[in-house]
């Protein structure tokens, strides 16, 4: 297993995610407890030593369970991180309430890492609201010793990311971002990466295989790969792309089976970064597949000036592209939900005004009514 430092302490790369364990009869709610038992065990032998939960994780069952099977290993032989949960802005006022509650779940008397959970258009505001006395507490929970380490979680854009560190940046640690190959253009992972350079806060990994999307590829893009590392496979080349970054210390991933995680453990037995070479390969294959099902809106912004409803249509494109590529997923309909009524998709008008002066010919007006119809459903 690969190593890494921070602030003193060697840190598994591989982390395992506590978002994606084995269930019962496809019972998201309902972990297999056994199974996930032989997971950790299993990893923990194997050299990972960070593990990763949630309150919200499997209908708030995951930090129940990783709480009953680490209890079992020593203490100062592996790190627990969990978050707190305000991607749910109802938990805004409940900081201490929940964390006392999460500390009981783990069994823990401390979390070795501990996060604001996604912050992102929906729930900034919360965050940022003095009332809720959010930072105020989890700070004296860090002076206690109950939090040894401070930091947030990301899927906003970089906009409110900003937002964000402008209050709560002098205290935070380190950065969790979701980044792979795909999502360096899609969800515009190089912006965050290039700010958290900036502001030198280590960066945590989440999502490398998208959920697994990424590990399976077309067969045209795995005879591409296999000319420049023969017999990686696409999971590997998820893994080395991450591990191009040197910032990055440790990458989560959320496995669902013993062979997934023994996959991932062979993995990370070595330290293989991708040459520029194949960074460039792999990102050419992400254009290719993105613009397979993505509207190529340059942000010019020639349609805004033109809508008479005064809609942010380049930025509703970028998250209808993620939500077609995804398949679905939590991000654009959490985001959308964060804006006024009188400017989502819905709000569309249909008149077209915008199309007439769009470079890439793009026809919003038929977008903006899917993008509704998808959110419906």
């Known amino acids: 297993m690969q190593y890494n430092t921070f602030k003193g302490l060697n ?3 591989l982390g395992v995610g506590g978002m994606r364990f084995p269930v019962i009869d496809g019972d998201y709610n309902k972990i297999d407890e056994a199974a996930t038992k032989e997971m950790f065990d299993y990893a923990f032998a194997n050299g990972v030593n960070y593990f990763d939960t949630a309150w919200g ?3 708030g069952n995951s930090e129940i369970i990783v709480g009953k099977i680490i209890k079992n290993y020593p203490r100062d032989k592996f790190y627990l991180a969990s978050k707190f949960p305000g991607y749910d802005v109802s938990n805004m006022g409940k900081v201490k309430e929940i964390f006392e509650e999460q500390l009981k779940k783990c069994q823990v008397e401390y979390f070795d890492f501990y996060l604001i ?3 992102c258009e929906l729930n900034i505001d919360g965050y940022l609201d003095a009332k809720y006395w959010i930072l105020e507490y989890l700070l004296e929970q860090k002076a206690a010793g109950r939090i040894k380490h401070f930091g947030f ?3 906003g854009s970089l906009a409110t990311v900003k937002r964000f560190l402008e209050v709560y940046g002098p205290h935070m640690e380190f950065c969790q971002i979701q980044l792979n190959w795909v999502d360096w ?5 190089k912006a965050k990466v290039e700010l958290l350079r900036e502001l030198k806060l280590p960066i945590f990994v989440m999502e490398p295989v998208r959920g697994g999307k990424l590990a399976n590829l077309d067969v045209e893009y795995v005879e591409q790969l296999d000319k420049l590392r023969p017999g990686a496979s696409a999971v590997e080349w998820c893994f080395r792309y991450v591990q191009s970054f040197p910032e990055v210390v440790v990458t989560l991933s959320g496995m669902s089976n013993l062979e997934q995680l023994k996959e991932n453990i062979e993995i990370f037995k070595i330290n293989a ?4 070479g194949e960074t460039s390969a792999l990102l ?3 254009d290719k597949i993105i613009s397979k099902s993505s509207l190529p809106c340059t942000a010019c912004r020639y349609c805004t000036a033109h809508c008479p409803k005064g809609l942010d249509i380049p930025y509703i494109i970028e998250l209808y592209n993620d939500l077609v590529f995804t398949g679905g997923g939590f991000l654009a309909p959490m985001v959308i939900s964060s804006m006024a009524e009188e400017k989502r998709p819905s709000a569309c008008v249909g008149c077209k005004a915008c199309e007439a002066v769009c470079p890439q010919v793009i026809k919003i007006s038929d977008m903006m009514k899917d993008f509704s119809q998808r959110l419906k459903k």
Do not use: K
């Not at 253009?185 to 992972?189: S, V």
């Not at 970064?273 to 520029?276: C, Q, T």
């Open 57 to 59: 994780y499997h209908g």
């Open 284 to 286: 050419g294959i992400a």
């Open 185 to 189: 253009q899609l969800q515009d992972a």
């Open 153 to 155: 979680s990301t899927h």
């Open 273 to 276: 970064p991708l040459n520029d």
């Open 11 to 13: 840190i598994s790369a």
């Open 117 to 119: 959970h996604n912050v």
